[in-house]
C-alpha cells in the first residue's frame, strides 16, 4: 500500500522534517512519488514515477523552501496502473475556482462510476477514477461555492460508495482545509504551544519545534504510519471522516 502525508496548519509552516521522514519509507514504496501545497490559491505540484530516494525531484523538493498551510504527499507502491507519471499521486482538478488535490492510499475493486461531466482521469489508477467521481458528484449537490461545513456533510455521504469497493484512506484539500478518511491505517496529531522537540521513527532525525514556532502557532499532520517516535498519534476508527481547519480538528464524522 502506500504512503500518505496531509499537513494544515493556520500559518504557512515548512514541512521539510515530516516529509524527510515520509520518504525514508520509499524504499517499500519505490513507484512514485508526489507533493503538492498551496500557496495561497496558488498551487505547486511536484510528481515523480522515480522513487523519492532516488528522484532529482525530490532532491529538489527537499532542497526548496516549502511554506504552506495546506500539504498533501505520497509514496506509491503500485496496485492499479503501471508505474507512469500521469498515476502518481497527488492527483488536482479545479472545481469553483479552487484546485482541489486529493491522495489515495489502498485498493478499490470493480469501481467504475460513470462519469459524464468535467472530471475525467488522465492514467489508469482507481485513486484518480474515485477522485474524479467525488469532484463530479460535488459539483452535482452543490449549485456554488459551499461552506467547508457543508463540505464535509456532502463527503460522508458520498465517501462510503467507493469505501464499499475496498480500502479508501484519503487526503482531500482545497487549500481551505484538510480532509482525512480513515479506511484501514491512518492517524493524525497536532502540535500547539507549548512546543516539544520530536524524533523521526525511521531516521536519526529531531527538530526542536519550540525553536521554530510562535505561540500561537497550531499544525496538524496526518499520516499513514505515525512519523515520529515521541509523540502521541491517534488513530482513526474506520469510515473516520475528519477536516483540519487553522490547524484545528473542525469536526469528526462517520460513514
Given at each position: 500500500?502506500?504512503?500518505?502525508?496531509?499537513?494544515?496548519?493556520?500559518?504557512?509552516?515548512?514541512?521539510?522534517?515530516?516529509?524527510?521522514?515520509?520518504?525514508?519509507?520509499?524504499?517499500?514504496?519505490?513507484?512514485?512519488?508526489g507533493i503538492a501545497f498551496f500557496e495561497d490559491k496558488g498551487l505547486r505540484l511536484f510528481v515523480d514515477?522515480?522513487?523519492?530516494?532516488?528522484?532529482?525531484?525530490?532532491?529538489?523538493?527537499?532542497?526548496?523552501?516549502?511554506?504552506?498551510?495546506?500539504?498533501?504527499?505520497?509514496?506509491?507502491?503500485?496496485?492499479?496502473?503501471?508505474?507512469?507519471?500521469?498515476?502518481?499521486?497527488?492527483?488536482?482538478?479545479?472545481?469553483w475556482g479552487r484546485y482541489w488535490v486529493f491522495a489515495h492510499n489502498g485498493d478499490l475493486k470493480d469501481?467504475?462510476?460513470?462519469?459524464?461531466?468535467?472530471?475525467?482521469?488522465?492514467?489508469?489508477?482507481?485513486?484518480?477514477?474515485?477522485?474524479?467521481?467525488?469532484?463530479?458528484?460535488?459539483?452535482?449537490?452543490?449549485?456554488?461555492?459551499?461552506?467547508?461545513?457543508?463540505?464535509?456533510?456532502?463527503?460522508?455521504?458520498?465517501?462510503?460508495?467507493?469505501?464499499?469497493?475496498?480500502?479508501?484512506?484519503?487526503?482531500?484539500?482545497?487549500?481551505?482545509?484538510?480532509?482525512?478518511?480513515?479506511?484501514?491505517?491512518?492517524?493524525w496529531l497536532q502540535r500547539r504551544h507549548p512546543f516539544g522537540r520530536a524524533r523521526l521513527a525511521d531516521?536519526?532525525?529531531?527538530?526542536?519545534?519550540?525553536?521554530?514556532?510562535?505561540?500561537?502557532?497550531?499544525?496538524?499532520?496526518?499520516?499513514?504510519?505515525?512519523?515520529?517516535?515521541?509523540?502521541?498519534?491517534?488513530?482513526?476508527?474506520?469510515?473516520?471522516?475528519?477536516?483540519?481547519?487553522?490547524?484545528?480538528?473542525?469536526?469528526?464524522?462517520?460513514?
Amino acid at each position: 500500500m502506500c504512503q500518505l502525508l496531509g499537513m494544515n496548519a493556520n500559518t504557512p509552516t515548512d514541512v521539510m522534517f515530516s516529509f524527510t521522514g515520509l520518504a525514508t519509507r520509499a524504499a517499500e514504496h519505490k513507484d512514485g512519488f508526489g507533493i503538492a501545497f498551496f500557496e495561497d490559491k496558488g498551487l505547486r505540484l511536484f510528481v515523480d514515477p522515480q522513487s523519492a530516494l532516488d528522484s532529482p525531484v525530490a532532491e529538489m523538493v527537499r532542497r526548496y523552501p516549502i511554506k504552506s498551510d495546506n500539504v498533501i504527499a505520497h509514496i506509491r507502491k503500485a496496485t492499479q496502473g503501471h508505474v507512469a507519471l500521469e498515476n502518481c499521486h497527488p492527483f488536482v482538478r479545479e472545481l469553483w475556482g479552487r484546485y482541489w488535490v486529493f491522495a489515495h492510499n489502498g485498493d478499490l475493486k470493480d469501481f467504475h462510476p460513470r462519469l459524464h461531466g468535467a472530471f475525467r482521469p488522465v492514467g489508469s489508477t482507481d485513486s484518480e477514477r474515485a477522485f474524479c467521481w467525488l469532484m463530479q458528484e460535488l459539483a452535482k449537490a452543490h449549485a456554488g461555492v459551499p461552506t467547508i461545513d457543508e463540505l464535509s456533510r456532502t463527503l460522508r455521504e458520498l465517501l462510503p460508495a467507493p469505501h464499499a469497493h475496498g480500502t479508501f484512506n484519503l487526503l482531500l484539500s482545497n487549500g481551505q482545509a484538510l480532509w482525512a478518511h480513515g479506511s484501514t491505517r491512518l492517524y493524525w496529531l497536532q502540535r500547539r504551544h507549548p512546543f516539544g522537540r520530536a524524533r523521526l521513527a525511521d531516521e536519526d532525525l529531531s527538530v526542536d519545534f519550540g525553536a521554530l514556532t510562535t505561540p500561537n502557532d497550531r499544525v496538524a499532520v496526518v499520516a499513514t504510519e505515525p512519523l515520529t517516535a515521541d509523540e502521541s498519534w491517534q488513530p482513526f476508527a474506520a469510515g473516520e471522516l475528519r477536516v483540519f481547519v487553522g490547524g484545528e480538528p473542525a469536526g469528526r464524522a462517520s460513514g
